[in-house]
């Protein structure tokens, strides 16, 4: 792993060419706070299926 930081002279500058922490779209909530969303959207965008199976009676009262 490479340093984050660089020296220039005596100061030591944050390093911005390669900069690994760099998380454009992490603005919202992250980790398991954003499960429900993340697969809400997943299966919007690829679509889904479900069996569902019903016992019982035949007829109702």
């Known amino acids: 792993?490479?340093?984050l930081w660089r020296q220039?002279?005596?100061?030591?500058?944050?390093?911005?060419?390669?900069n690994?922490?760099?998380?454009?779209?992490?603005t919202g909530y992250v980790g398991f706070a954003n499960l429900p969303n993340q697969v809400h959207r997943k299966s919007v965008k690829k679509g889904f299926e479900f069996t569902l199976m019903?016992?019982?009676?035949?007829?109702?009262y």
């Open 8 to 18: 220039e002279g005596d100061a030591q500058t944050p390093l911005q060419k390669n």
């Open 1 to 3: 792993i490479t340093s």
């Open 54 to 60: 019903v016992v019982g009676k035949y007829y109702l």
């Open 20 to 26: 690994i922490f760099n998380f454009p779209d992490a």
